[in-house]
T-cell receptor, first 116, second 117 residues
Framework: AQKITQTQPGMFVQEKEAVTLDCTYD???????LFWYKQPSSGEMIFLIY??????QNATEGRYSLNFQKARKSANLVISASQLGDSAMYFC?????????????FGKGTRLHILP | NAGVMQNPRHLVRRRGQEARLRCSPM?????VYWYRQLPEEGLKFMVY????????ESGMPKERFSAEFPKEGPSILRIQQVVRGDSAAYFC???????????????FGAGSRLTVL
């Protein structure tokens, strides 16, 4: 069963508009972490934002915010005032740690295109 | 304060040869993870190591692939007798602690891109 689902393979957004990238997850573990990473065309993985399952408030990092809805098991990334440099692949990921098992599982990604 | 260093960045091998990919984690990080990314796909977990120990290799193929993280030196992902299907980007990531406050973020290297001819 897929643990991280990103339903938008690609998105086109006008520059300066806000963007919401969808992510739903599946876990029975009460303790987990959710991440978003950006992968530009150059290929590196850039950490954007983290949300812990027990965090009371939605995480924010500059223009990035994570809309965490625990009951719905969703962790959407919101990018405000999009810029051309935001064009990239975006991956949602979840980290579970049970006993010795500890890994981050990634979704398939959403390719975001910012239009001038 | 160097980040996660991977080398080589690009590696070309012929079928049947061996590929060795190296990863030096961030200073102070003792947890290393290897991921594989096929073109246009997300990252697939391969293996999680701590110094001198393989903790979780559930994502690694049983044959031809091995990983180590010795007491001294970088972590190495080794692929023996490479085949065309091994062509991919291999990412290494490290973290400070296994799991806990302030330690959850994996810092990724720039990746090593393996091409098998």
């Amino acid at each position: 069963a897929q643990k991280i689902t990103q339903t938008q393979p690609g998105m086109f957004v006008q520059e300066k508009e806000a963007v919401t990238l969808d992510c739903t997850y599946d876990t029975s573990d009460p303790s987990y972490g959710l991440f978003w990473y950006k992968q530009p065309s150059s290929g590196e993985m850039i950490f954007l934002i983290y949300q812990g399952s027990y965090d009371q408030q939605n995480a924010t990092e500059g223009r990035y915010s994570l809309n965490f809805q625990k009951a719905r098991k969703s962790a959407n990334l919101v990018i405000s005032a999009s810029q051309l440099g935001d064009s990239a692949m975006y991956f949602c990921a979840m980290r579970e740690a049970r006993g010795r098992d500890d890994k981050i599982i990634f979704g398939k990604g959403t390719r975001l295109h910012i239009l001038p | 304060n160097a980040g996660v260093m991977q080398n080589p960045r690009h590696l070309v091998r012929r079928r049947g040869q061996e590929a060795r990919l190296r990863c030096s984690p961030m200073k102070g990080h003792s947890h290393v993870y290897w991921y594989r990314q096929l073109p246009e796909e997300g990252l697939k977990f391969m293996v999680y190591l701590q110094k001198e120990n393989i903790i979780d290799e559930s994502g690694m193929p049983k044959e031809r692939f091995s990983a180590e993280f010795p007491k001294e030196g970088p972590s190495i992902l080794r692929i023996q007798q490479v085949v065309r299907g091994d062509s991919a980007a291999y990412f290494c990531a490290s973290s400070l602690e296994r799991y806990g406050a302030g330690a959850n973020v994996l810092t990724f290297g720039a990746g090593s891109r393996l091409t098998v001819l």
